[in-house]
């Protein structure tokens, strides 16, 4: 098997995709089960066929509706959670959830997002949280350049994480455009923001943490249950796609988890090599050309 990962961390995607009817969903909420896949479907959300047992995260696939998404006869769209995976044997499951999606003409457009989960619970401390927050300003950019352009700025549901710090550090004369989507303006407001973070309480970062629903790098899961969330991917139903993105978070996961001290990086907006180099010691050679040569 092609090795996209070694990290031995729990994650978990979410898929949002829609269907030109509500009713279009009927063929899935069927098969799965020949698949010898344990999908279990809300039964407040998709009453006519949902599940009777209750959910399991570590057994069961989910299949819920999603407000942010809608079908093309103006019913509420739809989200495929996965369970709590590990390791690259799990990824196998994956396959079978993008090929039934697939099969039965699921549709993805520009409402939808990939979403995915990395278990931090049990080994990251309150130095390492500030090394991902860290880690994700240095390199937000790079990874704008990986996602469509609906995914990188303007979007609700996926802010940039400078948002908080433009909020907290920058004088509102300096509008938000030239603070951070101007080269000169982020590498300030990063600098200022990791000076921020070092001297940051746990109050603070409580704070911080709290707020960042909704951004790109969503740490508001820490609280609940001990995963960080990447929101910013666009949606797609394509396995070699989402399966690459899952190895560079995890390298982004690692490399926050390993580092003794993280510099602010100086150079914004020239591409995603940055990232590559950065995460290298923890990113697979081939998950980085599956990236240059698209």
């Given at each position: 098997?092609?090795?996209?990962?070694?990290?031995?961390?729990?994650?978990g995607?979410?898929?949002?995709?829609?269907f030109?009817?509500w009713?279009?969903?009927e063929?899935?909420?069927?098969?799965s089960?020949?698949l010898?896949?344990?999908?279990w479907i809300?039964?407040?959300?998709?009453?006519?066929?949902?599940?009777s047992?209750?959910?399991?995260?570590?057994?069961?696939?989910?299949?819920?509706?999603?407000?942010?998404?809608?079908?093309?006869?103006?019913?509420v769209?739809f989200e495929m959670?996965s369970r709590i995976?590990?390791?690259?044997?799990?990824?196998?499951?994956?396959?079978?959830?993008?090929?039934?999606?697939?099969?039965?003409?699921?549709?993805i457009d520009?409402?939808?997002?990939?979403?995915?989960?990395?278990?931090?619970?049990?080994?990251?401390?309150?130095?390492?949280?500030?090394?991902?927050l860290?880690?994700?300003?240095?390199l937000?950019?790079?990874?704008?350049?990986l996602?469509?352009?609906?995914?990188?700025?303007?979007?609700?549901?996926?802010?940039?994480?400078?948002?908080q710090?433009?909020?907290?550090?920058?004088?509102?004369?300096t509008s938000?455009?030239?603070?951070?989507?101007?080269?000169?303006?982020?590498?300030?407001?990063?600098?200022?923001?990791f000076?921020?973070?070092d001297?940051a309480?746990?109050?603070?970062?409580?704070?911080?943490?709290?707020?960042?629903?909704?951004?790109?790098?969503?740490?508001?899961?820490?609280?609940?249950?001990?995963?960080?969330?990447?929101?910013?991917?666009?949606g797609?139903l394509?396995?070699?796609?989402?399966?690459?993105?899952?190895?560079?978070?995890m390298?982004?996961?690692?490399?926050?988890?390993g580092?003794?001290?993280?510099?602010?990086?100086t150079l914004?907006?020239?591409?995603?090599?940055k990232?590559?180099t950065?995460?290298?010691?923890?990113?697979?050679?081939?998950?980085?050309?599956?990236?240059l040569n698209?």
């Amino acid at each position: 098997m092609f090795n996209y990962f070694t990290s031995k961390r729990q994650f978990g995607v979410e898929i949002e995709f829609f269907f030109p009817t509500w009713e279009a969903i009927e063929p899935i909420a069927i098969t799965s089960s020949k698949l010898g896949l344990s999908l279990w479907i809300d039964p407040r959300e998709i009453p006519d066929w949902g599940t009777s047992r209750p959910y399991n995260e570590v057994l069961d696939w989910k299949l819920t509706t999603d407000s942010s998404v809608t079908n093309d006869d103006c019913s509420v769209g739809f989200e495929m959670s996965s369970r709590i995976l590990q390791g690259e044997s799990s990824l196998s499951e994956l396959a079978l959830i993008i090929e039934l999606l697939n099969k039965f003409n699921a549709l993805i457009d520009d409402e939808c997002g990939l979403h995915v989960h990395i278990e931090i619970r049990n080994d990251f401390e309150a130095s390492q949280i500030k090394n991902i927050l860290k880690l994700q300003l240095n390199l937000e950019d790079s990874f704008d350049y990986l996602v469509h352009p609906e995914r990188r700025r303007g979007n609700i549901y996926c802010k940039s994480n400078l948002n908080q710090f433009y909020s907290e550090l920058i004088d509102l004369e300096t509008s938000q455009e030239t603070a951070i989507w101007t080269d000169t303006g982020r590498a300030s407001l990063v600098s200022r923001s990791f000076q921020f973070l070092d001297e940051a309480e746990r109050q603070t970062m409580d704070k911080l943490i709290a707020a960042s629903m909704f951004h790109k790098l969503n740490l508001f899961p820490t609280l609940s249950c001990g995963t960080v969330e990447i929101r910013s991917h666009h949606g797609t139903l394509d396995y070699a796609e989402i399966v690459n993105w899952i190895a560079l978070q995890m390298a982004l996961v690692e490399t926050a988890h390993g580092a003794s001290q993280i510099d602010p990086e100086t150079l914004f907006f020239v591409g995603p090599q940055k990232a590559f180099t950065v995460l290298e010691a923890n990113l697979n050679f081939d998950v980085t050309q599956y990236y240059l040569n698209r």
